[in-house]
């Protein structure tokens, strides 16, 4: 295949407020592991709010949820807007509450479920063309807006997660922190991460099946 890049999907710097750490970084050295590379994106605006991650407090600040995704990944982003699923073989988004509160409206609990517009755009072209996408952690979240309802998908076994991914017409399969689902119509791979894994090497298990799994539906 001549095309080996995926796009990263990022929701700021830190599982409290934005994108899970240790998920992006296990994602993109299996990517590389398995013979990709790879190019993160992110929105660029105003996150949510931010947490103290030690504390738990929310500090009166402002932060930029594209700012702080680039903390990530040593200043190698761009903005979402500029990610063009023609020159990707594929997508992966990696959870974290960053998913819920700036990638969407999740967290509020809003009775109108919403999708940042660009990051939504973006997914969009993915599923338009097919491509093999891989959703972790509460990322799944944003599957029944980008691909519509009857998508196979997982988030573990979290109760409220499960309620609102099937009242959004897609099926929930339970599965542990070691497995994956695929919706293989739909090119779409997820992993509970670390909605349930206890710790790194167990999250690492599941995201290591993810990327081999969306790599290999090419």
């Not at 998920?23 to 931010?50: K, Y």
């Amino acid at each position: 295949m001549s095309n080996k890049k995926v796009a990263v999907l990022l929701s700021g710097c830190g599982v409290f407020d934005g994108a899970e750490i240790n998920e992006v970084v296990l994602t993109l050295l299996a990517l590389e592991n398995n013979g990709f590379s790879h190019q993160c994106f992110a929105p660029d605006i105003q996150q949510h709010h931010v947490i103290d991650h030690k504390k738990g407090d929310i500090p009166p600040e402002i932060r930029n949820v594209f700012t702080e995704s680039a903390r990530i990944v040593r200043g190698n982003i761009k903005p979402v807007t500029e990610c063009n699923s023609e020159q990707f073989a594929a997508v992966i988004v990696p959870g974290g509450f960053g998913v819920a509160k700036n990638l969407s409206n999740f967290a509020t609990g809003e009775s109108e479920f919403r999708v940042e517009k660009n990051t939504l755009s973006a997914l969009k072209q993915f599923a338009a063309e097919n491509k093999p996408a891989g959703y972790m952690c509460i990322a799944p979240i944003l599957i029944p807006s980008v691909y519509g309802p009857d998508v196979k998908i997982t988030i573990g076994n979290d109760g409220e997660v499960i309620e609102f991914i099937k009242k959004a017409g897609c099926q929930h399969q339970i599965a542990r922190y070691n497995e994956i689902v695929v919706d293989e119509t739909r090119n779409v791979v997820t992993t509970p991460a670390y909605m349930l894994a206890q710790s790194i090497k167990e999250a690492k298990e599941g995201i290591d099946k993810l990327v081999e799994k969306v790599v290999s539906l090419l």
